[in-house]
């Protein structure tokens, strides 16, 4: 994977191209090409090789907090440049992962303070004029993550059947497959986006904790891993591919229980849909194999 890091990426970024040029449309986004009757969503298989490339990039780097600003424009650009693919298609979830990735990677290499002290001060800076790149109903979600009730069967609605149901399922759930939300089709998205309120619905607060359980014991291997490994590259790329998984599964959470926006992110394991699920099993596949 070292080896062949840079065409990784390069045949990734002829995959994000031809799904811009031949992709197939679903719900307003342009984010899969078909082979078949098979669809292969290419910006899940791109958050592994941005993974892969930035561990390459930082294998032969510097000490810890050696790092400047004019270090960090190589790695920037290739993550940019995948993002920039990417959240035209739209996928705005995905691109924020990917930036999430990079930050993560940033602290990791321990840049020094000065350094870090520009990042987010510019962060900061530039963070309102996103909000003018933002579609109307981005904004709308945004607008409606602090008051659900100002379109509750618009752009709120989803978030308030979710609270519903997850609050619905109390302590031991309404049991498998009698989720009154999720099976009388309150709940949009209940196989892909909002399975973690189906869960919660069904299996209640005990199911919830154990669940999580599992996804923090898969997080601390992944992380043990990442600190046991016997080089760079694969220090940084099980870092990656663990970070990324925990993003996810936080993000996921978090949109379905209300604290974060709905961009449409999938639960690892458990959402519906064979990119997302064969890209996780990937990178636990290449965690179980650093050494």
């Not at 890091?5 to 984010?31: D, E, F, H, M």
């Not at 898969?218 to 600190?227: D, E, Q, S, T, V």
Request: proline letters at 3%; zero cysteines; hydrophobic letters at 55%.
């Amino acid at each position: 994977l070292s080896r062949h890091a840079y065409l990784i990426y390069a045949l990734t970024i002829l995959g994000l191209g031809y799904v811009l040029l031949n992709g197939v449309v679903v719900s307003g986004s342009k984010r899969w090409i078909r082979i078949a009757s098979i669809s292969i969503q290419v910006s899940e298989f791109a958050k592994i090789a941005v993974i892969i490339v930035l561990a390459k990039y930082f294998e032969s780097g510097k000490i810890s907090g050696q790092y400047t600003l004019r270090d960090l424009i190589v790695p920037a650009l290739l993550t940019s440049i995948i993002g920039g693919f990417i959240v035209v298609q739209p996928d705005l979830g995905t691109t924020i992962m990917i930036l999430f990735i990079f930050l993560a990677f940033v602290v990791a290499v321990e840049i020094n303070r000065a350094t870090l002290i520009k990042l987010f001060i510019g962060g900061f800076a530039l963070a309102p004029t996103l909000w003018f790149a933002l579609k109307d109903y981005q904004k709308a979600r945004l607008h409606t993550l602090f008051n659900p009730e100002l379109d509750p069967l618009g752009a709120g609605y989803h978030s308030i059947q979710s609270k519903i149901a997850i609050g619905s399922g109390g302590f031991w759930g309404k049991g498998l497959f009698a989720g009154t939300q999720s099976r009388l089709n309150f709940l949009p998205e209940k196989h892909t986006d909002f399975i973690f309120s189906v869960f919660a619905e069904e299996t209640g607060f005990f199911g919830v904790i154990l669940l999580i359980s599992l996804f923090v014991f898969i997080i601390l291997k992944g992380l043990n891993i990442a600190f046991r490994a016997a080089d760079r590259f694969g220090f940084f790329l099980s870092l990656g591919l663990i970070l990324s998984i925990a993003f996810y599964i936080i993000f996921n959470v978090g949109m379905t229980i209300g604290i974060f926006p709905i961009t449409g992110l999938p639960l690892p394991f458990l959402s519906y849909g064979g990119s997302s699920l064969i890209t996780n099993f990937f990178a636990i596949g290449l965690l179980l194999n650093v050494e």
